[in-house]
Each structure stands twice: as structure tokens, then as C-alpha cells.
């Protein structure tokens, strides 16, 4: 689409990766604006999450996302942080080709101690350790698929995250 604007970096990753706080991070090193799909669905919704899923469904919220996206990826001349679960569409892993996307890898062990037990996260609301160990597994091929770098998070603070996608973006 001509006149459309692309983000300098998108991020993905499971839940607990850091994706907003890194992507926030990120923005602010390279002086870029910082975009979060899940927060775009919530105000175009008009509802959190979890109320989406609780009153609509997982199919609904997943329709959400795929336009989340792809107006993100239009519109967003920053850093776009895409939800979790974002590259299970071949729609959206489609629409990643030609991007700089960075899947930031975290093992399970940090990825608990950062989403906590699942509060606001609705995958993770009944057994938060097992679901995310599941969700982890069977995502992880795809945000590889989807890749251009893959920067690894676990015991490393935001900022040494960010020093580390900037340094890649600049190759």
C-alpha cells in the first residue's frame, strides 16, 4: 500500500516475554512511538481481554486481532508490539513477511514470574503453569517462522533487552 508507514521493529513472543514493557523500552532508545495490538483491541472494544473472550469468545477476540494487526502494521511508524497469540494466524505470520520482527525468547521459569498466576490473561486463568508451558511449545515454530532475530529475555532487564534489539537493527 503506497504512503503507508512500517514499523521499525515488531515484537513477539509468548506471554511474560516482555513485549510491552521491552517494546516500551525499545521506543523510547530509538525516540519512535510504542504501539500494543492488545491495548488497541481493549479501546476499540471498548473492554479488557478478558471480557472479550468471557462475552464473545477466543474466535471473536482472534477476529479482533487479525485487524489489530494489520493496522498496526500499516499505520505504525514505530516499535508494534503484537499479542501473544497473534502468529497463530497464517493471516497475520503472512503479513509479517518483509518486517523486522524480533521474537523475544523466555523459558518457562521467567515467563511465570513475570505474567504472575494469569490475573487479566484468559489462556492462563485456570492452570496458569501448564497452560503457558503449553502455549509456549506449540507457539515457539511459529514465532520462529515469523523471525527475523530472536533476542533471549530470561534474567535480563528491559533496557539490556532493548540495547540489544537496537544494536541488531542497526546491522
Request: aromatic share 2%; net charge negative.
Amino acid at each position: 500500500m503506497s504512503g503507508s508507514t512500517r514499523p521499525v521493529c515488531v515484537l513477539v513472543g509468548a506471554p511474560g516475554s516482555g513485549k510491552t514493557t521491552v517494546g516500551r523500552a525499545l521506543a523510547d532508545a530509538l525516540g519512535v512511538e510504542f504501539r500494543d495490538t492488545d491495548a488497541d483491541i481493549e479501546r476499540l472494544a471498548g473492554k479488557p481481554i478478558p471480557e472479550i473472550f468471557i462475552d464473545e469468545g477466543e474466535a471473536h477476540f482472534r477476529t479482533l486481532e487479525r485487524a489489530a494487526v494489520a493496522a498496526g502494521l500499516a499505520s505504525c511508524s514505530g516499535v508494534l508490539a503484537l499479542g501473544g497469540g497473534a502468529v497463530l494466524a497464517e493471516e497475520n505470520r503472512a503479513a509479517l513477511v518483509g518486517h523486522p520482527v524480533v521474537h523475544l525468547s523466555v523459558e518457562l521459569p521467567d515467563a511465570v514470574k513475570r505474567v504472575g498466576l494469569g490475573a487479566g490473561r484468559p489462556l492462563l486463568a485456570l492452570n496458569p503453569r501448564a497452560t503457558l508451558k503449553h502455549l509456549m511449545e506449540q507457539r515457539r515454530p511459529l514465532y520462529a517462522e515469523v523471525a527475523t532475530a530472536t533476542v533471549v529475555t530470561d534474567g535480563r532487564s528491559p533496557e539490556e533487552i532493548a540495547a540489544e534489539i537496537v544494536a541488531l537493527l542497526k546491522r
